[in-house]
């Protein structure tokens, strides 16, 4: 079974410059997560869809960052304009069943951000 | 809000050298207790899920354990190649909230 992948894996931006990230879940798992992991931190949630409808996005800053996952399946995050306090690595998570605190994550290898 | 604390921040042992570490929980309505181990430059893997205080599971030199208040993860006789992040998370009704992880070195 593919895991879910990521790209691109690593970026180095400018402040105020624009990133996007790409997820591809495992086939047939309805629910998609975004995850933010700051060095030295945990994963913090960003975003959750539940096939293509968006469960949770309380702790996205909306101001800068933008997600959609047309279709249902792979999904895109976007940072536009980032800040140095983005730098993070950002996580894609999914889960085969419907929205519950009880579902098992499979998760990507990240996509690390450096904001200069 | 909920809330997920682990100690230590990060653990040093000797192989061979067991140990525990300790997550606890402020989770509204917890669905499920998970232990994720991660290491470096790669996303979380899943090892454990607990439901109910009292539960326990194990796989190989990995034991997790769960009360009402805190869950523990016991690593008896741990070898080099267990030297990782070991990350709890608390399940609520629909969201997984992670603690910081405690940062585990095997030394051989």
């Known amino acids: 079974e593919a895991g879910v992948a990521q790209s691109p894996r690593y970026k180095i931006i400018e402040k105020r410059q624009s990133v996007a990230f790409w997820c591809n879940p495992i086939?047939?798992?309805?629910?998609l997560y975004w995850y933010q992991q700051i060095l030295g931190q945990g994963p913090k949630l960003l975003i959750q869809?539940?096939?293509?409808?968006?469960?949770?996005d309380s702790q996205l800053p909306k101001d800068r960052f933008s997600a959609e996952r047309l279709k249902g399946v792979d999904s895109t995050l976007k940072i536009q304009p980032a800040k140095l306090e983005d730098s993070a690595v950002y996580l894609c998570?999914?889960?085969?069943?419907?929205?519950?605190?009880?579902?098992?994550?499979?998760f990507g290898a990240g996509s690390r951000l450096t904001v200069l | 809000e909920d809330q997920v604390t682990q100690s230590p921040e990060a653990l040093r042992l000797q192989e061979g050298e067991s140990s525990s570490l300790n997550c606890s929980y402020t989770?509204?309505?917890?669905?499920?207790l998970f232990w994720y181990r991660q290491d470096p430059g790669k996303g979380p893997e899943f090892l454990f899920t607990?439901?109910?205080a009292g539960e326990e599971k194990e796989k190989e030199r990995l034991k997790a354990t769960l009360t009402k208040k805190e869950s523990f993860l016991h690593i008896t006789a741990p070898k080099p190649e267990d030297s990782a992040t070991y990350l709890c998370?608390?399940?609520?009704?629909?969201?997984?909230?992670f603690g910081k992880g405690t940062l585990l070195t095997v030394n051989p």
């Open positions: 998570a999914s889960s085969l069943n419907q929205i519950s605190g009880a579902n098992v994550l499979t």
């Open positions: 086939s047939g798992h309805a629910t």
């Open positions: 869809f539940q096939n293509n409808g968006v469960v949770d």
């Open positions: 989770v509204s309505g917890l669905r499920g």
């Open positions: 607990l439901y109910s």
């Open positions: 998370g608390g399940g609520s009704n629909y969201k997984l909230t």
